[in-house]
């Protein structure tokens, strides 16, 4: 279940970035300082260059900072944005009912599947209101 996403973490083998940001100088021999905005002030600037990737212009392995409400332990809130898809699953002996979330600040590519109940409960207004029959 999404919640409160750090950087650097989403699922085992899709790594996130922010950025892209200007490389100011190369600090040691595996070592760069970064140019942050004012907002990223409390981040310490200079990477190990594992930590970094070329910008090649991807815009799905991209978040832009402004509007993501980043606080200072590097994390902000995941937001659902709308209801893509459903599906219904039958194991052994009960169904088991998915939707498929568009989270803000994600593109198409990066929705993922999750429990109806659980995202009913969290954000009601995603889901429209049911007929009632009389």
Not at 26 to 49: D, G, M, N, T, W
């Amino acid at each position: 279940m999404k919640g409160v996403m750090r950087f650097g973490k989403k699922g085992k083998l899709s790594p996130r970035y922010v950025g892209p940001y200007e490389i100011l100088k190369r600090v040691r021999k595996v070592a760069y300082e970064l140019k942050f905005p004012i907002e990223l002030s409390s981040v310490h600037p200079v990477f190990h260059i594992s930590m970094l990737k070329k910008c090649i212009g991807d815009p799905v392995s991209i978040l832009p900072l402004e509007g993501l409400g980043v606080d200072e332990n590097l994390s902000y809130d995941e937001v659902p944005a709308k209801i893509l898809d459903r599906q219904v699953k039958k194991l052994r002996n009960k169904e088991v009912a998915s939707v498929k979330v568009l989270w803000r600040n994600q593109l198409v590519e990066g929705a993922s599947w999750e429990a109806e109940a659980d995202m009913k409960s969290r954000y009601p207004h995603l889901f429209p209101p049911t007929p009632s029959h009389s």
